[in-house]
């Protein structure tokens, strides 16, 4: 009788050792579907922005520089002296970071990141209807040291419509958006894709702007390898530059090298002697109204 039970209390433990050995197997299995269930809701987050992100109404910054340039910037300057600006003086090592199109949550942050990791400031033209859409970003532009400036509000490419109105409207409309989350009312207008002609900067004016373009280009909207935007930027660096980049992007577009870039260009600048500044430092005038 007690070797029956023994037999019997044995076979119990056996079984009772495989069942446990079981729900720890599952309880092992289920911890990687959680993380790959977590892997998805992340990407599918990061996805989320651009379907929310109001696009480029006058079209990407590739399709719209291969338009023919109305009036060359540099004729303006020379027109417009007092208010139309390419550069900085050129007796000091001194440049501008200058960053269109934002504020993009798919980059703009990562934009942030870099210059704060540097302790570079830098000057950000943003479009209304995505400062609207994102005003988070744009008040982290702000109280981290950036000066922000007016981009338009849904990025039209102004000689195409050829309208006084549509140009006040679209530069009003962001102005009264930036001012509900910077509290002020920015002097600083850069027109899309540098197009522009006589009767705007001359309505520019009126409407109490300063028209910055840039005397660098980096070409980052034609999404080369980091190394090639830093070159374009590198190689024709000078005192008193404003470069142009972007923080922005179309839907589909991408700013990564653009922010892999600038790990290149800023200590390389830095190493040079350069002080980066704001525009308004830079060409000594005031940035609200």
Same mark, same amino acid.
């Given at each position: 009788m007690k070797d029956l039970l023994f037999k019997w209390l044995l076979v119990t433990g056996v079984l009772f050792s495989f069942h446990i050995t079981d729900l720890l197997t599952v309880h092992a299995n289920? +911890?990687? @579907?959680?993380? *790959?269930?977590r892997q998805l809701s992340k990407a599918v987050i990061q996805e989320d922005p651009e379907e929310d992100l109001p696009d480029l109404d006058g079209g990407s910054e590739n399709s719209g520089r291969e338009r023919q340039q109305p009036v060359d910037l540099r004729i303006l300057q020379q027109r417009y002296p007092d208010i139309f600006f390419l550069q900085g003086p050129t007796d000091e090592k001194r440049v501008a970071?200058?960053?269109d199109d934002g504020p993009d949550p798919r980059?703009?942050? /990562? *934009?942030? /990141? *870099? @210059?704060?990791?540097?302790?570079?400031?830098? =000057?950000?033209? *943003?479009?209304g209807s995505r400062a609207v859409a994102n005003p988070e970003i744009v008040k982290r532009m702000q109280n981290e040291g950036h000066v922000i400036g007016n981009h338009t509000y849904a990025h039209p490419n102004l000689v195409e419509e050829s309208d006084l109105d549509t140009? +006040?409207? +679209?530069? =009003?409309?962001? +102005? /009264?958006a930036l001012n509900e989350i910077i509290g002020y009312r920015t002097k600083l207008f850069r027109p899309p894709y540098g197009f522009l002609y006589n009767e705007l900067v001359e309505k520019l004016r009126d409407m109490n702007y300063f028209v910055i373009g840039w005397s660098v280009d980096s070409l980052d909207w034609q999404e080369d390898p980091p190394e090639v935007i830093a070159s374009n930027v590198l190689d024709i660096i000078h005192p008193g530059a404003i470069i142009l980049m972007h923080d922005g992007a179309e839907s589909g577009g991408d700013r990564t090298n653009t922010i892999k870039s600038l790990q290149q260009i800023i200590p390389a600048l830095q190493e040079q002697g350069y002080e980066f500044v704001t525009v308004p430092e830079l060409l000594n005038i005031p940035l609200k109204k």
């Open positions: 289920e +911890e990687p @579907l959680i993380n *790959v269930s970071l200058t960053f980059f703009s942050n /990562d *934009v942030l /990141d *870099v @210059l704060k990791q540097y302790n570079v400031p830098a =000057t950000f033209f *943003v479009l140009l +006040e409207q +679209e530069v =009003t409309k962001t +102005e /009264d």
